[in-house]
């Protein structure tokens, strides 16, 4: 599939999403000058999320509006005013649209509900990414679906079952480019909470490409998924950790965004393919293998032994596999001490 003029699939290196999210900390300066660092710093796209805090939830301090979990990065905050903070402003969408695409970086968004559908399509976006919120949001996959752009979905706290109705969902309206991303909703995820061996198993059970949407902190998991065939990788990005902002405390700066660039390219550049023998680069290296040598000077005629024929390096000689066999035989002229053993330097049978 592609995206715009940029191929994703085992055969390219796996596609870098940095999510800006509520990072820009209302600010619309310092949101482009996230645009600046992710592109500068190897991003294949940004990603926004398109919403209202009235879009999203209403403005109530009923049971469930507000967040009660005391381990939250946002214990305390009623939904609204979280919501309030975090949005991108609708009107910054298009500047930061138009900055990405000067350093030839894609950028789309996350839609939340059919207006801010409406609102992107609007910008022509080139694709869209439905949050794993979202996930059992089947009319707006619908809508986002039959807008025929590719679709990206995460698959955080899904079933089997509501992933297959997910896809099935956008299939039927019109997705024909999907990418499903293995996510663990919770800010920052854990190593051992990603389970990410799921990843071949989704690209089998769904037939589509996958990828990852990692919360984890570091490059480490998100290298992993690489070699189990993650094609896209979505992680947040900040400038700065130390600046603050609703999701800062599990993002990446923009130098840990370069390792991540280059280890997740390492890694699918080592899958390769089912190989065995040199390959091409190895072939000089065949000279450093062990190989038999006569270890004295020879006359004709002499007895082969463990003391004058020995397997050493360099790889010039016959394999030492040959050992057992030529001991005892009798060599046909006379040989120096450092000549590789031959079969043509051996006594012939009568």
Same mark, same amino acid.
């Given at each position: 599939?592609?995206?715009?003029?940029? $191929?994703?699939?085992?055969?390219?290196?796996?596609?870098?999403?940095?999510?800006?999210?509520?990072?820009?900390?209302?600010?619309?300066? =310092?949101?482009?000058?996230?645009?600046?660092?992710?592109?500068?710093?190897?991003?294949?796209?940004?990603?926004?999320?398109?919403?209202?805090?009235?879009?999203?939830?209403?403005?109530?301090?009923?049971?469930?509006?507000?967040?009660?979990?005391?381990?939250?990065?946002?214990?305390?905050?009623?939904?609204? $005013?979280?919501? $309030?903070?975090?949005?991108?402003?609708?009107?910054?969408?298009?500047?930061?649209?138009?900055?990405?695409?000067?350093?030839?970086?894609?950028?789309?968004?996350?839609?939340?509900?059919?207006?801010?559908?409406?609102?992107?399509?609007?910008?022509?976006?080139?694709?869209?990414?439905?949050?794993?919120?979202?996930?059992?949001?089947?009319?707006?996959?619908?809508?986002?679906?039959?807008?025929?752009?590719?679709?990206?979905?995460?698959?955080?706290?899904?079933?089997?079952?509501?992933?297959?109705?997910?896809?099935?969902?956008?299939?039927?309206?019109?997705?024909?480019?999907?990418?499903?991303?293995?996510?663990?909703?919770?800010?920052?995820?854990?190593?051992?909470?990603?389970?990410?061996?799921?990843?071949?198993?989704?690209?089998?059970?769904?037939?589509?490409?996958?990828?990852?949407?990692?919360?984890?902190?570091?490059?480490?998991?998100?290298?992993?998924?690489?070699?189990?065939?993650?094609?896209?990788?979505?992680?947040?990005?900040?400038? =700065?950790?130390?600046?603050?902002?609703?999701?800062?405390?599990?993002?990446?700066?923009?130098?840990?965004?370069?390792?991540?660039?280059?280890?997740?390219?390492?890694?699918?550049?080592?899958?390769?393919?089912?190989?065995?023998?040199?390959?091409?680069?190895?072939?000089?290296?065949?000279?450093?293998?062990?190989?038999?040598?006569?270890?004295?000077?020879?006359?004709?005629?002499?007895?082969?032994?463990?003391?004058?024929?020995?397997?050493?390096?360099?790889?010039?000689?016959?394999?030492?596999?040959?050992?057992?066999?030529?001991?005892?035989? =009798?060599?046909?002229?006379?040989?120096?001490?450092?000549?590789?053993?031959?079969?043509?330097?051996?006594?012939?049978?009568?």
């Amino acid at each position: 599939m592609k995206i715009l003029d940029r $191929e994703i699939g085992p055969g390219h290196r796996p596609y870098l999403i940095a999510e800006m999210s509520g990072n820009h900390n209302r600010s619309l300066e =310092r949101a482009l000058a996230i645009v600046d660092a992710a592109a500068a710093h190897g991003a294949d796209a940004i990603k926004l999320q398109t919403y209202t805090a009235d879009t999203m939830t209403l403005n109530v301090r009923m049971p469930g509006f507000v967040i009660d979990d005391p381990k939250s990065l946002w214990a305390g905050r009623q939904l609204y $005013e979280l919501y $309030e903070d975090a949005h991108t402003p609708w009107a910054w969408h298009a500047p930061i649209m138009e900055r990405a695409a000067s350093h030839g970086v894609h950028c789309f968004s996350t839609p939340f509900d059919f207006s801010s559908v409406d609102f992107l399509e609007s910008l022509d976006v080139p694709a869209y990414k439905i949050a794993s919120f979202e996930n059992t949001d089947l009319p707006l996959i619908r809508r986002v679906a039959a807008t025929g752009k590719p679709l990206i979905m995460s698959t955080g706290m899904a079933t089997a079952g509501e992933i297959d109705e997910a896809v099935r969902a956008a299939r039927d309206a019109g997705c024909q480019d999907l990418v499903l991303l293995k996510c663990t909703s919770t800010y920052p995820a854990t190593a051992d909470n990603t389970n990410i061996s799921t990843i071949p198993h989704m690209r089998t059970l769904f037939g589509c490409e996958v990828g990852l949407s990692d919360h984890t902190l570091g490059c480490g998991v998100s290298v992993t998924a690489t070699a189990l065939g993650a094609t896209v990788i979505e992680k947040h990005f900040t400038l =700065r950790r130390a600046d603050g902002g609703v999701d800062s405390s599990f993002s990446m700066e923009p130098h840990e965004f370069l390792q991540l660039r280059e280890e997740t390219e390492r890694a699918w550049l080592a899958l390769g393919q089912v190989s065995y023998g040199p390959t091409q680069a190895e072939m000089k290296s065949l000279a450093f293998r062990r190989s038999l040598y006569i270890a004295a000077d020879l006359k004709s005629g002499d007895v082969l032994t463990r003391e004058n024929l020995r397997c050493v390096r360099p790889g010039f000689g016959l394999a030492p596999k040959h050992l057992d066999t030529l001991l005892g035989l =009798r060599v046909s002229q006379d040989v120096k001490s450092g000549t590789p053993m031959k079969w043509e330097l051996l006594v012939r049978s009568p």
